[in-house]
């Protein structure tokens, strides 16, 4: 028995090399009986226009703008922003350096804007209902808007698209973090297909750990963490969902959540604007069949944070950069019973229930050329 096959039966612990932590893996707790809360499954049957909706082609927003018309992926500066762009400069103050209030007490003002991106017109069309020529759209306005936030003199650098309709940013902002949450059991505030991009003047945690570790190791090791990673993992071939010529979809070794997968590039790629097309065909074709997969595991809309990462807007740590996707999905044993990150999770480290192979072996094993939905009509 290989030794990941092992595994499957000792609790043990993972590192991740991203962030330079561990997790606890207890695969011998899914046999646990379950009495606690469960999720309501996914509407599966939302109309293909709704005229309560705010996002909805031709409906008025909550805060009376209406949406135009739009017959592909529209983006708009979030009405209720989590940054704001004009605000007063602000840092805490520093005295003496042993000043407990200086080095407890600590605040910076951060400023931004926030964007909402419709993925497409039909309030019933997620990422799963969608061929890879109809995601095509919503890369491309991904990297329209990343290029848009670059400097000036950046070689990717590209003014917005007019059919955008996106004002210039009024700064340089550092880093600019795209993500979708789908579903209600992730937070998900509106049922219409969407994401959203935040632009800040700092660099997240998150991103900010991976880029450091990263860096760290490609100055070690002269290769980059993660094409080492994605060569590694095809060459094991344990915790694969599935690969096309450009991109390779993976639970990876050191997965939090229950059926967590990694979208990761062939070559080192720093960010969208240096796909080529076949790239991105690649990509979307990648992200329609990873989200029908997921819809098919249990038969429901699969809920997920989804978020890219890749190089600063500022032009800052190029080299120090991996283009890739990370989905973090909380459903773990049916479509109503989700995964907590709670007591020893919160207090002591991150814990899961099966392993990545275990995961991966799942969802490699379904359909992802169509979506349950069609398949059961």
């Not at 805490?92 to 042993?98: F, H, V």
């Not at 759209?137 to 955008?164: D, F, G």
Request: charged share 20%; with cysteine.
């Amino acid at each position: 028995m290989a030794e990941n096959r092992i595994l499957d039966d000792v609790s043990h612990r993972r590192f991740n090399p991203l962030l330079n932590s561990w997790i606890l893996v207890s695969p011998h707790r899914t046999k646990r009986p379950w009495q606690g809360a469960q999720e309501t499954p996914s509407k599966t049957t939302l109309p293909e226009y709704d005229p309560k909706c705010y996002l909805c082609p031709g409906n008025t927003r909550a805060t009376g703008d209406a949406m135009p018309k739009y017959e592909s992926t529209y983006i708009f500066v979030n009405d209720y922003s989590a940054v704001k762009e004009d605000q007063p400069d602000y840092t805490s103050k520093s005295s003496e350096d042993n000043d407990p209030s200086s080095l407890l007490l600590q605040a910076t003002g951060v400023k931004g804007r926030c964007y909402v991106i419709t993925f497409n017109p039909s309030h019933n069309l997620t990422l799963a209902d969608l061929p890879p020529v109809s995601i095509l759209p919503i890369i491309s306005t991904w990297t329209s808007l990343y290029s848009a936030h670059l400097p000036a003199s950046h070689p990717h650098y590209t003014p917005p698209p007019p059919h955008l309709g996106l004002a210039p940013p009024k700064q340089q902002y550092s880093y600019l973090q795209i993500f979708e949450n789908k579903g209600a059991a992730m937070g998900c505030s509106n049922p219409h297909p969407h994401g959203q991009a935040w632009c800040t003047t700092g660099i997240p945690d998150e991103p900010s750990t991976e880029f450091h570790n990263m860096s760290e190791y490609k100055q070690k090791h002269g290769r980059p963490m993660l094409l080492d990673y994605v060569n590694l993992e095809l060459t094991k071939r344990e915790r694969i969902v599935f690969e096309n010529a450009t991109w390779v979809v993976l639970c990876p070794y050191w997965a939090v959540w229950p059926y967590e997968t990694m979208v990761l590039p062939r070559r080192e790629v720093h960010c969208l604007p240096e796909l080529t097309a076949g790239e991105k065909e690649g990509l979307a074709e990648a992200i329609a069949v990873l989200t029908k997969k997921y819809d098919n595991l249990f038969e429901t809309q699969f809920p997920y944070s989804m978020g890219i990462h890749q190089a600063p807007v500022d032009g800052s740590l190029w080299e120090e950069s991996f283009l890739h996707l990370h989905f973090y999905p909380p459903l773990l044993r049916s479509a109503t019973v989700r995964k907590f990150l709670v007591g020893y999770e919160l207090m002591a480290e991150p814990q899961r229930d099966i392993t990545a192979e275990q995961a991966a072996e799942k969802l490699r094993a379904l359909r992802g050329d169509e979506v349950y939905r069609k398949y059961l009509e």
